[in-house]
């Protein structure tokens, strides 16, 4: 499995980002996509997770600014980011667990910042 992230960038505080992440694979339906970031000096924490179903959940600190959805046809999943705030600033990751094993992309950089 690979997955490659794009989308990132800098954006003044209150704005708003989306982030693709594309898997290969034929599987990408059967299972859950998560994002997770990592800020300098941070551990890597979990941002947000879709299952199958395309049922959401979120880290509390992203609750109703964050959206994460997914597109099965186009084995994409997607981070919508609204209204960003400095602490959000971090390397996004996209993640997919199959069997145990964690699949990881390299990384979007996020910059909020004036």
């Known amino acids: 499995v690979q997955l490659v992230e794009s989308g990132g960038g800098l954006v003044q505080p209150g704005g708003s980002l989306r982030l693709s992440c594309v898997a290969s694979?034929?599987?990408?339906?059967?299972?859950?996509m998560s994002w997770y970031r990592q800020a300098p000096g941070k551990a890597r924490e979990l941002v947000a997770k879709?299952?199958?179903?395309?049922?959401?959940r979120y880290a509390d600190s992203v609750k109703g600014r964050f959206a994460i959805s997914r597109d099965n046809a186009k084995n994409t999943v997607y981070l919508q980011m609204n209204s960003l705030k400095s602490e959000d600033t971090a390397v996004y990751y996209c993640?997919?667990?199959?069997?145990?094993?964690?699949?990881w992309g390299q990384g979007t950089q996020v910059t909020v910042s004036s």
């Open positions: 993640n997919q667990q199959i069997e145990g094993r964690d699949y």
């Open positions: 879709i299952s199958s179903a395309h049922s959401g």
């Open positions: 694979g034929s599987s990408f339906s059967l299972f859950a």
